[in-house]
């Protein structure tokens, strides 16, 4: 079974504060992303990389950062945190064939205060 | 309005109700995906469609294209189905997903 793995369940930040979220996935999967969910929102997704060192910003880039160094690891970064920033963030991860289903982590809950 | 609809926001049952969870979407797809998020906030891949209907356990997931219309429904439900079920379009020739808001739905015993 595919695991995606996110480095923390809660997170609380102060304003300002240079944030790391960080997502493993163990599958050789091609493809990785980042999405922010919020009531009513649902998921949007904030970054997307197909290959190491490539990616493709989402609906809602502003105010975030990515990193893909090593296929397995896909880290998002918020350079300078803000109370709108608030939320749950889902790293997800899938082969790359088009149309495949997408592997989640479990969620980081960051809190900006 | 966003690009994929899904109703009722919010859905209560007994436990043993036949429920069902519907979807629309504006644009054509590569398939419809239905995913369920239980309250610690990890999200699984239900379903994947691209026609005609899926069944697994309990859950049956059925599209219509021409109507642009999907449904997740549950026989016998049962209180540990109580989660958020989401429902999601994919395009071709990418894995980038739009996702409804999400169909909260609480089975009481």
């Known amino acids: 079974d595919v695991k995606v793995t996110q480095s923390s369940r809660y997170l609380v930040k102060r304003t300002g504060e240079k944030v790391f979220l960080e997502c493993v996935q163990d599958?050789?999967?091609?493809?990785m992303f980042w999405y922010r969910q919020d009531p009513g929102l649902g998921l949007r997704l904030i970054y997307f990389s197909y290959d190491v060192k490539m990616k493709e910003k989402g609906d809602i880039p502003e105010g975030y950062s990515v990193s893909r160094e090593k296929k397995e690891r896909f880290s998002l970064i918020l350079e300078s945190a803000s109370t709108n920033q608030t939320s749950m963030y889902l790293c997800?991860?899938?082969?790359?064939?088009?149309?495949?289903?997408?592997?989640f982590g479990n969620g980081t809950r960051l809190t900006v205060t | 309005k966003n690009e994929v609809e899904q109703s009722p926001q919010n859905l209560t049952a007994q436990e043993g109700e036949f429920i069902t969870i519907n979807c629309s979407y504006s644009v054509g797809i590569s398939a419809l995906h239905w995913l369920q998020q239980h309250p610690g906030g990890g999200i699984v891949s239900l379903f994947m469609l691209s026609s005609g209907k899926k069944k697994h356990g309990r859950l049956i997931a059925t599209i219509n294209i021409q109507e642009k219309h999907s449904s997740l429904h549950i026989t016998a439900s049962h209180p540990r189905d109580s989660a958020v079920y989401i429902c999601?379009?994919?395009?071709?020739?990418?894995?980038?997903?739009?996702f409804g808001t999400g169909t909260r739905l609480q089975v009481f015993p």
């Open positions: 999601a379009r994919g395009a071709y020739n990418t894995d980038k997903l739009i």
């Open positions: 599958m050789d999967h091609e493809n």
């Open positions: 997800a991860s899938s082969p790359g064939q088009g149309s495949s289903p997408l592997h």
